[in-house]
């Protein structure tokens, strides 16, 4: 069983930065995938960005390509998200999520964003974010 903390949440202004980061306890060489999930009020899950633990490869929304940059630090079993020049539409709960599911980058992330949680992947508690104009 894996465990995920998150923390980095905060308020910023429009065009301001923020990290999170999210490490991982437990059984984390079942990890393939470890990426970063939103939510806003009112509004879907949606896949922000992803990470290939193993090799390193990542995927990003084209709503944060450019501004976000997905990292990790394998020592640590943490993954980092580094937002610049946020927007006031980044405010949303950011949940990190770790998966042993195999198959290809963009499929694993849209899965994690629009299906249900199962018990095969891990979830942190979420951090808020909150970018005001």
């Keep these: 069983h894996v465990q995920l903390v998150e923390s980095g949440g905060g308020s910023v202004q429009a065009g301001g930065s923020l990290r999170l980061s999210c490490s991982a306890s437990g059984s984390t060489y079942s990890i393939n ?3 970063w999930i ?3 009020p009112g509004k879907e899950r949606e896949e922000v960005a992803l990470i290939y633990t193993s090799g390193g490869v990542t995927y ?3 709503s944060v390509k450019g501004r976000f940059t997905i990292s990790q630090d394998n020592a640590k079993n943490t993954v980092y998200l580094q937002m610049n020049s946020l927007k006031p539409e980044d405010t949303a709960m ?3 999520a770790a998966t042993p599911t195999t198959g290809e980058l963009k499929a694993v992330a849209l899965m994690l ?3 249900p949680r199962n018990s095969a992947d891990a979830w942190g508690q ?4 909150t970018v005001s104009s």
């Design 33 to 35: 995938y470890m990426g």
């Design 38 to 40: 939103r939510q806003a």
């Design 60 to 62: 990003y929304a084209d």
């Design 94 to 96: 950011y949940y990190c």
């Design 113 to 115: 964003a629009r299906q």
């Design 126 to 129: 979420g951090t808020l974010v």
